[in-house]
């Protein structure tokens, strides 16, 4: 009924308007001009079968940087296209690259794992520049983290960290420290020690045990390697792998558990209270975590298969919380 009442109101108003109205062309409707859209990023991409990664770093440029359990390679994928290389050539399974962190001036921090071998390489040739080898035949070199000062890396087997000076400019030192974790550190069987990140006040580090209380956070202080128990009320991180801290909102990704239980830490990094667990169907034992934009980008290490030279491997991608 509406409709036929706008069509005779339009029909009267024409006829006012004489003949020649009637006859005259119509004008064509104005249209708004197209807004320019930007270009749909992948949220997800394949790395080369049989890759086997662990480690992922995102710097200020749009690219993500895996490190390869398999050979030690780096591969760099841009999160624009989803399309990537090898920019620096591993030297084979027994030196492999498990967690790596770039410093924005076109070097990168590497883990050896258990070649006990901390590295530095720089992008623009691809070259290793320094290498260090560390702890003991036991030793396994999991994870790391930039501060001002220093690169610090976990020992998976071992209850020690390593601290890599480093100088004005972010360069690195000639020798490697090793710190004893003491207090509250409970050293386990088989892996311990595995993601690592600063405090949000940046005075401590946070570092993952997973034998202590049934898997949880450590507080170690930088300077003397006491450890306290980070207070997570029920929660606990038995698979505690990889550490991102955004502010006070700490990502901890349980590899095994396919998720990632994001906490809201107190500003000096000693209490931490759940907000939620993220999961996705597209994760398949996700390892370590690194943030671009409004999304965290996780590599799928699939643990829980027998890799080989034809398995395949991806990198996935969730939003970021904002609490």
Known sequence: MQRSFARRDLLAAAAALGGA??????????????????????TGFA???????????????????LGSIARGDVFRASLVTGRGKVVVQGLGPEHPVIGL???GRGRLFLSGGVSGEIRVADLRTGKVTKTFTVGTDVTMVNDVILT????WFTDSFEPQLYRLPLGRHGEPGDRVETLPLTGDWVQG????????TTTPDGRALLVVNSSANGGGLMW?????????????????????DGLLRLG?????????????????LDSAGRKGTALTRITDPAFRVP?????????IYLPNARFDVTPTPETDYDVVSVPRVRP
Do not use: C, M, S
């Open 47 to 65: 790395l080369p079968d049989g890759f086997r990664p662990e480690g992922i770093a995102i710097g200020a440029e749009p690219y993500a940087y």
């Open 287 to 295: 390892t370590t975590a690194a943030v671009h934009g409004d999304r």
């Open 220 to 240: 170690v202080d930088p300077r003397t390697g006491v450890a306290r128990a980070v207070d997570l009320g029920p929660a606990r991180l038995p698979n505690g």
């Open 101 to 103: 962190k770039t410093d």
């Open 21 to 42: 109205a009637l006859l005259a062309p119509l004008a064509p409707a104005a249209t708004a001009a197209p807004r320019p859209t930007a270009p749909t990023r992948p």
């Open 248 to 264: 006070r909102t700490l990502y901890v990704v349980q590899n095994r558990q396919n998720a990632i239980d994001v906490l809201r």
């Open 148 to 151: 001002p000062g220093a690169a």
């Open 189 to 196: 069987p088989a892996l311990t020690a595995n993601g690592i």
